[in-house]
């Protein structure tokens, strides 16, 4: 059986089936499950942890990039989010509120701006101090984070894969960071 349009991969969570509306992400495009292949043979729901190659129509091939995510159209992706981080040695500049970055997750990399510097931590984890002023080098954070366009990402203690990032500036490496809060 031909499915056309095809796109592999695997179901990170929850489930797919034949006539489900998604989203492909990045870019927020709408397309219609039109057939599933596990093992070459035509399945009609795929659940987390199959592999499986699906084929999609309403979609213009060129929307399509490496490293995309399919999202349900009911719980789309997230705008923004609470995260612990661990800055780098490397860091010149403090992070402070309304600092533009780039954040990489999976394959994806998107502006961001740190929102809200919510509070530094110890080295055990608890809270040193509630709302600084800046995160210095070598120093761990909980900060919050937005996005103009929807991320694909869950909290790093649901889902490992999709709830780990780096911050970037300019070919630099700022933070580390796990998702721990969706806010939006």
């Known amino acids: 059986m031909s499915l056309g349009l095809t796109v592999s991969g695997r179901v990170y969570t929850g489930a797919l089936s034949t006539g489900d509306t998604v989203l492909l992400m990045p870019g927020g495009v709408r397309a219609t499950i039109k057939a599933i292949e596990m093992n070459g043979l035509p399945v009609l729901l795929a659940s987390a942890g199959d592999n499986v190659d699906v084929g999609l129509a309403g979609l213009d091939p060129s929307a399509l990039h490496v490293g995309g995510l399919l999202c349900s159209v009911v719980s789309p992706m997230v705008r923004k989010f609470e995260a612990q981080i661990m800055t780098m040695p490397g860091v010149e500049v403090p992070l402070v509120k309304g600092t533009c970055v780039t954040l990489h997750i999976h394959s994806v ?23 600084p002023r800046c995160i210095t080098r070598n120093s761990s954070a909980v900060v919050q984070i937005s996005s103009q366009r929807p991320l694909g990402l869950e909290l790093f203690s649901e889902f490992r894969n999709l709830g780990r990032f780096t911050l970037r500036d300019r070919g630099v490496t700022l933070a580390a960071g796990i998702v721990s809060e969706i806010l939006l």
């Open 109 to 131: 990399d998107e502006p961001v701006h740190v929102t809200r510097l919510v509070s530094t931590l110890k080295k055990s984890g608890q809270v040193d101090k509630k709302k």
